[in-house]
T-cell receptor
Framework: GAGVSQSPSNKVTEKGKDVELRCDPI?????LYWYRQSLGQGLEFLIY????????KSGLPSDRFSAERTGGSVSTLTIQRTQQEDSAVYLC???????????????FGPGTRLTVL | GESVGLHLPTLSVQEGDNSIINCAYS??????FIWYKQESGKGPQFIID?????DKRQGQRVTVLLNKTVKHLSLQIAATQPGDSAVYFC?????????????FGKGTLLTVNP
């Protein structure tokens, strides 16, 4: 594809429900990132995938959050038992190989706006 | 700049004026910096970057200045156009050992009045 795509673009759910957010990175990019952007806040790192290596999950805020990347391409971020404080824009990015942005630029998708009622 | 609560700092300029957006970063060991532009409903877009061994870098209509002494970055946009209206934020790449990470600022909302 031409860029990073994410779906859905908007998701409204009720507190306590589970949600799945999808990211399709740029073809050939081995590095994939999930970020959370809350109102008036900077991007918050959630998780990083690189090829077949174990993901860096250090940014996941609780065990209700998980992510997987199947076949080294598409990734799904799952939030279980959603809470109102989970409301935010969830952004996915991909880069060619390296996590170092001075080497490989991160390209962002348009995000999924999650609203938990 | 820093934001207070949920509100982003805002900058309102007239079309054709020059804009200056500021950012204070936190890690004196950061060695690479990026400015992003984020239009409403879109993901962040890379604008320009600068390494810590430089104090100025110019692109097309944009200039980034780095002052490591006071840990300050600025983005200058020349002849600002309505299409420049967006949230602009900086990011720093730094850390120690294997703990490098990309840290993002909260952003400034630029509004360009025609």
């Amino acid at each position: 594809g031409a860029g990073v795509s994410q779906s859905p673009s908007n998701k409204v759910t009720e507190k306590g429900k589970d949600v799945e957010l999808r990211c399709d990175p740029i073809s050939g990019h081995t590095a994939l990132y999930w970020y959370r952007q809350s109102l008036g806040q900077g991007l918050e790192f959630l998780i990083y995938f690189q090829g077949n290596s174990a993901p860096d999950k250090s940014g996941l805020p609780s065990d209700r959050f998980s992510a997987e990347r199947t076949g080294g391409s598409v990734s799904t971020l799952t939030i279980q038992r959603t809470q109102q404080e989970d409301s935010a824009v969830y952004l996915c990015a991909s880069s060619l190989r390296s996590r170092d942005p001075s080497t490989d630029t991160q390209y962002f998708g348009p995000g999924t706006r999650l609203t938990v009622l | 700049g820093e934001s207070v609560g949920l509100h982003l700092p805002t900058l309102s300029v007239q079309e054709g004026d020059n804009s200056i957006i500021n950012c204070a970063y936190s890690n004196s060991a950061s060695d690479y910096f990026i400015w992003y532009k984020q239009e409403s409903g879109k993901g962040p877009q890379f604008i320009i970057d600068i390494r810590s061994n430089m104090d100025k870098r110019q692109g097309q209509r944009v200039t980034v200045l780095l002052n490591k002494t006071v840990k300050h970055l600025s983005l200058q946009i020349a002849a600002t156009q309505p299409g420049d209206s967006a949230v602009y934020f900086c990011a720093e790449w730094g850390g120690g050992g294997s703990n490098y990470k990309l840290t993002f600022g909260k952003g400034t909302l630029l509004t360009v009045n025609p």
